[in-house]
């Protein structure tokens, strides 16, 4: 359970002193998670990880002086379905040492940080798992999918005839500066449409548009369009790199897009017919998109888009206050469930009514009524994003009906219009 205490000070686990490390800290820091992550040459990139220290949010195992775990977070705005958002305590940097393994040093990391983020008022926690088994012990469930193509060109021809343009819209390359300016305004605009997106600062925008530059990194510098409507809008944007190829007098160029975001079909198709028409490009890798975007129904043939074999979970969430997470996102029908969930960590344990009323809006509280479904926090965070159904959940054995049916009217209710999916890794 979780309880009040002071998250910040240091506590000694098995002979292993964990504690937030100071800003001259860092660079050791840095050192220690490139090891962790099996990387011990890499570059190390102190003005970077300087400007990502927070008080008490960028966190270190000690062996006497030696760091030999890590562990970092910050604050991020999540998108719910409807397009509100809550404040998210996002993990990332995780590792610990192979020499120190199954010595408590991650329970202790994650543990100080779930009760800090509880603490500051943030609704969930989110993470990028590197491996499925780690993180559903501290009540994280997968919250989002990632979704990406291989297009072969040859058999596709293109997009489909008769689908609607901008009037008067035109697409431009744009450089670097204008890439980071223009996108960032953009983005902002567009994650508020997408359940599951998070925020990108400005150290994002900095990194991916060369103007930090981490030792060891090979920047390419890609190619970047830009689409506006008649009006001068920026509504669209795409990122993508070529692989120039030739067999023989033949090309074969890889064309893989790294980025694109559309706030409406007539620019996403500005910008696809874009993408399928560089010359010399034979295949198309689209490495990440939504898992319900509509592009292979806008090819010419449809089975020219081949999912891509790293199509998997990506964000998992975790459930800190119930009711402001469940209480924020709109719902799919009008209608009431109540869960008995299971929160080893304490902070999801207890029965709550889900009440939506028929607009769509909906409010989450606890109750004493009969439940109808019973779950584990891993499970409901699962759900909160609608990555996952309530009957699939139930048929797995993940899910227990309590009440014959709960499963599939709990489903009308957290049914959401678009899949979840976070483009921005962290």
Same mark, same amino acid.
Request: aromatic letters at 8%; proline letters at 5%; charged letters at 25%.
């Given at each position: 359970?979780?309880?009040?205490?002071?998250?910040?000070?240091?506590?000694?686990?098995?002979?292993?002193?964990?504690?937030?490390?100071?800003?001259?800290?860092?660079?050791?820091?840095?050192?220690?998670?490139?090891?962790?992550?099996?990387?011990?040459?890499?570059?190390?990139?102190?003005?970077?990880?300087?400007?990502?220290?927070?008080?008490?949010?960028?966190?270190?195992?000690?062996?006497?002086?030696?760091?030999?775990?890590?562990?970092?977070?910050?604050?991020?705005?999540?998108?719910?379905?409807?397009?509100?958002?809550?404040?998210?305590?996002?993990?990332?940097?995780?590792?610990?040492?192979?020499?120190?393994?199954?010595?408590?040093?991650?329970?202790?990391?994650?543990?100080?940080?779930?009760?800090?983020?509880?603490?500051?008022?943030?609704?969930?926690?989110?993470?990028?798992?590197?491996?499925?088994?780690?993180?559903?012990?501290?009540?994280?469930?997968?919250?989002?999918?990632?979704?990406?193509?291989?297009?072969?060109?040859?058999?596709?021809?293109?997009?489909?005839?008769?689908?609607?343009?901008?009037?008067?819209?035109?697409?431009?390359?744009?450089?670097?500066?204008?890439?980071?300016?223009?996108?960032?305004?953009?983005?902002?605009?567009?994650?508020?449409?997408?359940?599951?997106?998070?925020?990108?600062?400005?150290?994002?925008?900095?990194?991916?548009?060369?103007?930090?530059?981490?030792?060891?990194?090979?920047?390419?510098?890609?190619?970047?369009?830009?689409?506006?409507?008649?009006?001068?809008?920026?509504?669209?944007?795409?990122?993508?790199? *070529? !692989?120039?190829?030739? @067999? =023989?007098?033949?090309?074969?160029?890889?064309? #893989?897009? $790294?980025?694109?975001? /559309? +706030?409406?079909?007539?620019?996403?198709?500005?910008?696809?017919?874009?993408?399928?028409?560089?010359?010399?490009?034979?295949?198309?890798?689209?490495?990440?998109?939504?898992?319900?975007?509509?592009?292979?129904?806008?090819?010419?043939?449809?089975?020219?888009?081949?999912?891509?074999?790293?199509?998997?979970?990506?964000?998992?969430?975790?459930?800190?206050?119930?009711?402001?997470?469940?209480?924020?996102?709109?719902?799919?029908?009008?209608?009431?469930?109540?869960?008995?969930?299971?929160?080893?960590?304490?902070?999801?344990?207890?029965?709550?009514? *889900? !009440?939506?009323?028929? @607009? =769509?809006?909906?409010?989450?509280?606890?109750? #004493?009524? $009969?439940?109808?479904? /019973? +779950?584990?926090?891993?499970?409901?965070?699962?759900?909160?994003?609608?990555?996952?159904?309530?009957?699939?959940?139930?048929?797995?054995?993940?899910?227990?009906?309590?009440?014959?049916?709960?499963?599939?009217?709990?489903?009308?209710?957290?049914?959401?219009?678009?899949?979840?999916?976070?483009?921005?890794?962290?």
């Amino acid at each position: 359970m979780h309880n009040d205490s002071d998250h910040t000070a240091p506590e000694t686990v098995n002979g292993i002193q964990v504690r937030a490390v100071a800003v001259d800290e860092v660079e050791e820091w840095n050192r220690a998670l490139n090891f962790g992550f099996l990387r011990p040459h890499a570059g190390v990139a102190p003005e970077l990880r300087r400007r990502q220290w927070q008080p008490g949010r960028m966190v270190a195992g000690f062996d006497g002086d030696r760091q030999i775990a890590t562990f970092r977070s910050f604050d991020v705005d999540l998108t719910v379905p409807g397009g509100a958002v809550v404040r998210a305590d996002a993990i990332t940097n995780v590792t610990v040492s192979a020499t120190h393994r199954r010595r408590g040093l991650l329970s202790a990391m994650m543990r100080r940080d779930l009760a800090a983020a509880a603490g500051r008022g943030c609704a969930v926690a989110v993470l990028m798992a590197a491996e499925y088994n780690i993180y559903g012990r501290f009540g994280f469930g997968p919250a989002t999918r990632g979704s990406g193509w291989d297009i072969d060109l040859g058999r596709t021809r293109g997009l489909r005839e008769g689908l609607p343009g901008v009037p008067g819209g035109r697409t431009d390359f744009v450089t670097l500066a204008e890439q980071a300016e223009l996108g960032a305004e953009l983005y902002d605009r567009w994650r508020l449409t997408q359940p599951g997106a998070i925020a990108r600062d400005e150290i994002w925008w900095e990194r991916h548009t060369n103007r930090i530059q981490v030792p060891g990194d090979t920047f390419k510098e890609p190619f970047t369009a830009v689409h506006w409507d008649a009006d001068g809008t920026v509504t669209g944007m795409v990122v993508y790199r *070529i !692989e120039n190829k030739w @067999d =023989g007098a033949h090309p074969d160029a890889t064309l #893989t897009v $790294e980025d694109f975001i /559309a +706030l409406d079909l007539p620019t996403a198709v500005a910008l696809w017919r874009l993408v399928l028409s560089v010359d010399w490009v034979r295949k198309v890798v689209v490495a990440g998109l939504a898992p319900d975007d509509p592009l292979p129904l806008l090819l010419q043939d449809p089975r020219a888009a081949v999912p891509r074999k790293d199509n998997a979970d990506a964000m998992w969430l975790r459930l800190l206050d119930v009711e402001a997470a469940f209480g924020a996102r709109a719902y799919g029908a009008p209608g009431r469930v109540v869960l008995e969930v299971e929160d080893e960590l304490g902070y999801a344990s207890g029965r709550f009514a *889900i !009440e939506v009323a028929e @607009d =769509g809006t909906g409010r989450c509280v606890r109750t #004493t009524d $009969e439940a109808d479904l /019973a +779950l584990g926090a891993s499970e409901l965070g699962s759900l909160q994003l609608g990555a996952e159904t309530a009957p699939r959940l139930a048929a797995a054995g993940l899910v227990t009906e309590l009440r014959p049916g709960a499963a599939a009217a709990a489903d009308l209710l957290l049914r959401t219009p678009l899949r979840a999916w976070t483009p921005t890794d962290f």
